[in-house]
Every structure is written in structure tokens, then in C-alpha cells.
């Protein structure tokens, strides 16, 4: 009879967050405790190079790859919400 014991049940902790995860999360904390949603966009790329700088200088085993991914999805989280309004062409305008 061989063992089949699955991971679950291997008495083994459970993995937690790898450590781009980890970054990933670090970044989005860090943009929403300093107000950086509300900078322009020459301030926010000046902040995101200093916060990738300490990232990076943290998470030492992060490859560049890694990190430009991480400093990607800190981009996008910090672009605006774009609101969904009708396109013209749907819109009828009544003329009298």
C-alpha cells in the first residue's frame, strides 16, 4: 500500500505569500497610506521610483522581472477610475 496522503493532511504548515506577493501588497498599502492617488502623475512616477528602490532593496530575491511586474500593478492601481457613460451614437436627442 503506498502513501497518498495529501499535502493537506502532510502535517505540513501551509505556504503562505510568495515574495512577489508579499511586494505587490507592501506597494498597494504604501500607495494608499501616503495619498499618492491624489498626486500628479510627475509626482506619482517620482514616488513609485523611490518606493520600487526600497522594494527592491527589501525584497532582495525578486528578479527585475518580477518587480517591473510589481511596479506595473502599482500602476494600474493608481490610474483613475474611468466612469462608464453612454457612447454618443446610443444617445438619441430629440430635435423639436
Request: aromatic share 6%.
Amino acid at each position: 500500500m503506498s502513501n497518498t496522503r495529501s499535502r493537506k493532511t502532510s502535517g505540513r504548515a501551509p505556504m503562505g505569500p510568495s515574495a512577489q506577493e508579499q511586494a505587490r501588497d507592501e506597494l498597494f498599502s504604501h500607495i494608499l497610506r501616503c495619498g499618492v492617488l491624489e498626486a500628479d502623475e510627475v509626482h506619482q512616477k517620482e514616488w513609485m521610483d523611490d518606493t520600487m528602490q526600497y522594494l527592491s532593496d527589501r525584497y532582495t530575491d525578486l528578479t527585475p522581472e518580477q518587480l517591473a511586474e510589481v511596479r506595473v500593478l502599482g500602476e494600474r492601481y493608481c490610474q483613475p477610475v474611468v466612469p462608464h457613460t453612454p457612447q454618443a451614437d446610443t444617445v438619441a436627442v430629440e430635435t423639436a
